[in-house]
Each structure stands twice: as C-alpha cells, then as structure tokens.
C-alpha cells in the first residue's frame, strides 16, 4: 500500500498530540466509552498514531521524533506512570522505526507491527505480575482453586494461573491480529467520517490525575483479601508462606516504583528525548493543548454513545480521535 494520493495536507503534530495524549490523559476518557481492556485501547491507540506518522510522511525519523516528544509529555502529565509504561512506549516507536523504513508492504507490515506490539504489552505485564507476587503465591492460587473445584466434585483441574494468563495473552493476540487488518484502512477512511465532535466538556480534574499511594493501598488490600480467601479454602498452607508472600511483593513493589522506576524512567528520558528548541517548543504545545483536546474527546465520547453501539462505536470512536487530532494542529 502505497501513499501516493493524500486527500488533505497532514500535520504530523497532530498525531503526536493524539498519541501523547493516549499516553498521559486517555484512561479517564475511557470510563466513560464504556469499553472492557481499557490497556488494549491504549496500546491500540499507540500503534496506529506510530503507523501513520510513518504513511503520511513517508520519514520515519518522525516517529523517533515523536517519541521523545511524547516521553517528556508523558513525564510532565502523568509524572507517576509506572516505569513498564516507557519501556513499552519506546519498544512500540522503535520497533515502528525499524519496519516502517518506506510504505511498501504497508498492509503486512502493519499487521506485524501491531501483532507484536500487543504481545509485548501482555507478556510484560505477565511477566511484571509473576515477578512482583512470586511463584508461591501462583502456587497458592492453583492450590486454592484446585480446593474450591474439588468442593464441586471436580477432582483435578489445569493450573488455574496458567490458564488465565494464557487467556489474558490471547486476548491481545486476537486484539493485535484486528487492528492490524484495519489498520491500512484508516488513511481512506478517515476523511469519509462525517461527525461534527461537540462543543468542549470541561474535564473534572480527577480525570487527569493519579494518586500513587492510593493506588498501592488499594492493590495490597485486595491482595491482603486474596490471601485471606486463600488461607480459607487451604487450611494447611501455613500462616508464615502468607506473609511471606504478602511482604515479599509489597518490598517488590516499593522497590520497583520507589527506586527502579525512577532510575530507569530517567534513563529512557536522558537517551531517548531531544532536548532542542524546536521540541520543547513543540512540547509546551502538546502539553498546553491537552486539556482542551481531553474535553473534546470527551464530548466525542458522550455523541458516539449516544449514536452507536458494539464495535462501530469503536471504530468510529477511533476515526474521530483521529480527524480530532489532525484538524486540532492544522
């Protein structure tokens, strides 16, 4: 697939506003689409704004400098990320600058590209949580979900945590595989879209904002719970393994937000972003637009769930975002 007839002049800016956007400002947006893996959206969002940066300038040292763009937005809007999250942003841009050398075999490369994108994204988060809870505390969930199927006459079951990983991982397979077959069919689609995006909603603050603590006190009452339900349904696991376990990843996870992340978020950001006058300028852009662009999406959000449903209301969600975003920074 070949870019050989672009119907209207394109400002690669307003695809990096989308995808910074997608990686600092999204997720509270997304509450209100109504819509199951809101990561996946995320993601899927990352993989197109990288795919047509690469189409509709035909330089894919656009998309190098639209990661270090993003990266420092990122920072300077969502300065709590977690530290898996550039790791993820920079593996999608830099993977993007080594397929999309030209658009020659735009179709396949665009399926390739999401495909391993996803299947990053799931196998890093796997990988996170096997790390973070350990192998006794999966051990334990197997035990304890082999205990509660034998209360229903079933005596033996398949590893309880591979099976839903394995699901978890399919899922973005699946997600990947999709995307990337309707991917090289955007650029014709986007400008046949005829919606009028609303007025401006005024976003509350607490859509743009995220409390670390909060966040960790949550994750380790549910876990202090799971525990609690594991110990119920296997009495003999004996008390010192459960706090064990429960210790062991509330050390691990302090460690990695409080100390690993820091370190390798401004070990990302030192090799990977452009300091220059022309990208900070660009920045103090993207970051002064976000919360205008934020309110649009959100009243794009509050129109296309009014008028669509099921995946059209995906699809059209995601068009709009784009021709939001490219028409924002004409």
């Known amino acids: 697939m070949e870019n050989n007839n672009s119907t209207r002049e394109i400002n690669p800016n307003g695809l990096i506003l989308l995808w910074a956007f997608a990686e600092s400002g999204i997720g509270g947006i997304l509450h ?3 819509l199951p893996f809101t990561g996946i959206f995320v993601g899927g969002i990352a993989i197109i704004c990288i795919s047509l940066l690469s189409y ?38 830099y993977l993007g600058y080594f397929l999309f ?3 020659k075999h735009f179709n ?14 799931a196998i890093q988060r796997v990988l996170i949580m096997v790390f973070i809870y350990g192998m006794t505390f999966m051990k334990a969930v ?52 005829d919606i009028k995006i609303p007025e ?5 603050s607490r859509v743009m904002k995220k409390n670390v603590l909060q966040a960790l006190s949550i994750g380790f ?8 339900m594991i110990k119920f349904l296997v009495p003999e696991l004996p008390a010192t393994e459960i706090i064990y376990i429960f210790i062991r990843s509330l050390l691990v996870s302090v460690g990695l937000i409080f100390i690993f992340g820091p370190v390798m978020k401004a070990f990302i950001l030192k090799n990977t972003t452009d300091t220059s006058h022309q990208n900070q300028q660009l920045l103090k852009e993207i970051v002064a637009d976000i919360p205008d662009f934020a309110g649009r999406a959100l009243a ?31």
Request: net charge positive; with cysteine; charged share 10%.
């Open 200 to 204: 401006t909603v005024v976003l509350p």
């Open 108 to 121: 396949a490369k665009c399926l390739i590209f999401s495909l391993v994108c996803m299947l990053e994204s």
């Open 32 to 34: 209100a689409l109504k």
């Open 142 to 193: 197997d035990k304890a979900a082999l205990s509660f199927a034998q209360t229903l006459g079933i005596n033996e079951i398949p590893s309880f945590v591979f099976g839903v990983f394995s699901i978890y991982i399919f899922l973005h397979i699946v997600a990947g595989v999709i995307l990337g077959l309707w991917l090289p069919t955007i650029p014709h689609k986007l400008w046949n879209l």
């Open 300 to 330: 794009l959000v509050h129109q296309v769930n009014n008028e669509y449903t099921g995946v059209k209301k995906l699809k059209i969600y995601i068009l709009g975002l784009l021709q939001l975003s490219l028409d924002y920074k004409k």
């Open 221 to 228: 009452l549910i876990l202090a719970g799971v525990l609690m």
């Open 101 to 103: 050398k030209s658009n």
């Open 56 to 93: 509709f300038t035909n330089n894919r040292l656009t998309i190098l400098k639209a990661l270090g763009v993003v990266l420092l937005v990122k920072f300077t809007v969502s300065p709590h990320s977690p530290w898996q999250a550039y790791v993820a942003v920079v593996f999608q841009a």
